[in-house]
């Protein structure tokens, strides 16, 4: 269910080529010639076949909707819910049926297919909090309109849209409120995920030196906890941060 691999803008820090100093970097991949093929490989529904005519794709996937258990919204609402055209998502739903064909994906998918792409590593936590991500209505399932809702934010949201959506990431238990105790769980989770593909080496107690730095830079006032203003805030005046907010956004 490879479709709905999917990393988060401030993940895509693991990505970079410096030593980690801010929230968007984290560890490197060391064979960074791959990176973007790594990562166009997350995406297989952006490269969905395309032989057949745009009319037949169409047809095909309006009898598709009463085929699988769960039925998606028509696609002229989540065009207008979204910031995909309707031919982008008719690709897009062509992927998420062809991986999912019960319409839905539940935790235990996303793990095993999560950690297809990070066999270096143990992508199980990180997965688990990036499914609660995706899942807004807390049913224990992505839909296909869960998955587009999130990747239209991430791909093709505004700052602010993207900003609200790792925010959310971050705050586990949804109180409105990130804790030192919540980001190192994050932090702990991404750098279990890189495994030993990192560079340079990292030492037991790295994730929580680096979530000292970030917390103490996002706490504001110092109150033991970054609200949603004190967060954004921060990452807006990070260089590195908002240049990860454009990696994505020409993906498909």
Not at 53 to 82: I, K, M, Y
Not at 212 to 230: A, H, L, R, S, Y
Request: glycine share 6%; aromatic share 10%; proline share 4%.
């Amino acid at each position: 269910m490879s479709s709905v691999l999917l990393l988060s803008s401030e993940a895509v820090g693991c990505l970079g080529n410096r030593k980690p100093t801010c929230i968007s970097e984290y560890p490197q991949i060391v064979d960074r010639p791959g990176v973007r093929a790594r990562i166009m490989r997350l995406f297989p529904c952006s490269a969905a076949t395309k032989s057949s005519s745009s009319s037949q794709n169409s047809v095909e996937d309006e009898l598709e909707l009463s085929t699988v258990r769960h039925r998606p919204e028509g696609l002229e609402q989540l065009e207008a819910q979204t910031r995909f055209s309707r031919k982008e998502l008719q690709i897009l739903y062509r992927g998420f049926k062809n991986e999912c064909p019960s319409g839905v994906v539940n935790e235990d998918t996303f793990k095993d297919i999560y950690a297809q792409f990070f066999p270096q590593g143990d992508a199980s936590t990180y997965a688990h909090f990036l499914f609660n991500a995706f899942d807004t209505d807390h049913n224990g399932s992505v839909s296909f309109e869960d998955f587009v809702m999130g990747l239209s934010i991430l791909l093709r949201g505004s700052i602010q849209e993207k900003l609200n959506w790792a925010f959310n990431l971050y705050d586990i238990n949804k109180d409105g409120y990130i804790t030192k105790e919540e980001m190192l769980d994050i932090m702990k989770a991404i750098y279990d995920m890189m495994g030993k593909c990192t560079y340079p080496a990292l030492r037991e107690e790295t994730p929580r030196q680096h979530v000292e730095i970030f917390f103490q830079k996002m706490d504001k006032n110092k109150d033991g906890v970054v609200t949603i203003d004190e967060f954004i805030d921060c990452c807006q005046n990070d260089e590195n941060i908002m240049r990860s907010m454009h990696l994505f956004e020409n993906v498909l």
